[in-house]
């Protein structure tokens, strides 16, 4: 392990927002932080590790430990996950990147530029606080239509406007390679405001909005959702469930608290170690090892699945799925299931991006039906799931219609469900049996 003397600056300081003055909670360093390279490293403070209320960032990966324990990763989703989880992704990343006027910037400046409203409950610092940081203005709903403008600029690749600046302040900080922003509402609350982008074959923010309304409908756990109208195309209003007014829950994601080993790559997502590490079933390995509410949450996690493959929704990777700390629990395993969030109707791609069944990433309710067992469900629980998820989105017309949806784009959405088609097509081969007129 390298030392702390090879680090290339002084370290960054992880925080969280305590009542009266922020709690600091340890160092991140980094020996190397390029393109081509990145090392970084963790320890937890001695001043947080003696706190009666601390907890490990991740107990699986980063369990409290004394500060001359160092964790150390050659990537972001390996070991620190939990750090960087709190961090802009994609999008914010673009944002970030424009503005400082890289192609790339560093994860260094990546976290520094964050504005201490990433998912979550982290925050950085360059150096160490004494008070709780006031964190910029975050624009309201009421100003969606100017945010629209220059979202759209910078999500087409136009050079970043001083002007923008505090417009966009709130947009690079949350998850996702989409056009986003946070925004506040009347009472104060956090939403997720995602944008259109041009030249797409149906309005993915209705679609989600569709979707997010079916799986409430079907029992999930679903945050509240709004669409707005405006001269850009609709935008949609998510509710921020990492927050409540000013009161931030610790977060971790299924990638993180997973934490895949940085060799495996693309080409090995179907070969042994990547169906045993990007599955449903390691998700329910996980929710069995942290959560206070198991059953509840893989049962929850096993309607997901099946709804996931209803709406093919084939971009449902590890980050999105996601565990939310439960409050005053001093088990430090008091996680739940997050509400569900980025459920949206995917286009060609024919697998998932998880293994579901015995058939691997096939999108099919039969090998979602293949290893229940695997996922700690029983057959019956698994069928009925199935039957109710079914009977909601035999509906779907009805919230498509709902969502302002265009016929064109109900056509483009129902050529996407390729499980429909291949149950249609076994339909048609069981009743050529029964009538004795199946080829043979």
């Known amino acids: 392990m390298q030392s702390k003397s090879k680090l290339i600056e002084t370290p960054l300081y992880v925080y969280k ?45 980063m369990p409290l430990a004394a500060p001359t324990k160092e964790y150390s990763t050659t990537n972001r989703y390996h070991v620190l996950g939990a750090l960087f989880d709190a961090a802009p992704d994609a999008w914010g990343r673009k944002v970030i990147s424009a503005k400082v006027g890289v192609s790339q910037a560093s994860e260094k400046t990546i976290l520094l530029k964050g504005n201490g409203m990433g998912v979550g409950e982290l925050f950085f610092s360059a150096s160490l606080l004494e008070s709780n940081p006031t964190f910029l203005k975050i624009p309201t709903i009421d100003q969606i239509e100017q945010l629209a403008s220059p979202i759209t600029q910078v999500d087409e690749g136009a050079k970043f406007n001083p002007a923008w600046e505090n417009l966009l302040i709130s947009s690079w900080d949350i998850g996702g390679a989409r056009p ?13 405001a995602k944008f259109p982008r041009k030249g797409e074959t149906y309005d993915r923010q209705r679609v989600e909005w569709a979707n997010l309304e079916m799986a409430a409908d079907i029992g999930m756990d679903v945050p509240e959702r709004r669409l707005i109208e405006t001269q850009y195309g609709a935008v949609l209003l998510v509710k921020r469930f990492d927050r409540s007014l000013d009161k931030k829950s610790h977060y971790l994601s299924a990638a993180s608290v997973i934490s895949p080993s940085p060799t495996i790559d693309k080409r090995q997502i179907d070969a042994p170690i990547g169906q045993a590490t990007f599955s449903y079933a390691r998700i329910a390995d996980t929710i069995q090892r942290i959560s206070n509410y198991p059953s509840r949450d893989l049962q929850e996690l096993y309607a997901r ?28 395993y008091a996680y739940r299931l997050s509400p569900l969030f980025d459920v ?97």
């Open 180 to 192: 986003k922003a946070i925004v506040l509402d009347e009472s104060g609350e956090h939403w997720i």
């Open 344 to 440: 949206v109707t995917q286009e060609g791609s024919l697998k998932h991006m998880l293994q579901i069944g015995k058939a691997g990433r096939e999108s099919t309710i039969e090998n979602a039906l293949s290893n229940v067992r695997r996922m700690r469900i029983k057959e019956d629980a698994a069928q009925k799931i199935v039957q109710i998820a079914r009977s909601v989105f035999d509906r779907r017309a009805e919230y498509y219609d709902r969502a302002g949806l265009q016929s064109d784009e109900v056509e483009a959405l129902e050529r996407c469900f390729t499980w429909l088609r291949s149950a249609r097509v076994a339909d048609v081969e069981i009743e050529d049996e029964e009538s004795g007129s199946a080829p043979r």
């Open 305 to 332: 699945m099946v709804f996931n493959v209803l709406t093919h929704n084939t971009d449902d990777h590890l980050k999105n799925t996601g565990f939310l700390r439960v409050k005053d629990a001093r088990d430090p």
């Open 17 to 61: 927002t305590g009542e009266d003055l922020p709690i600091l909670i340890g160092e991140l360093g980094f020996i190397s932080d390029t393109q081509n390279e990145f090392l970084a490293q963790f320890n937890y403070d001695a001043s947080y590790i003696i706190r009666p209320d601390a907890f490990a960032i991740d107990p699986l990966n």
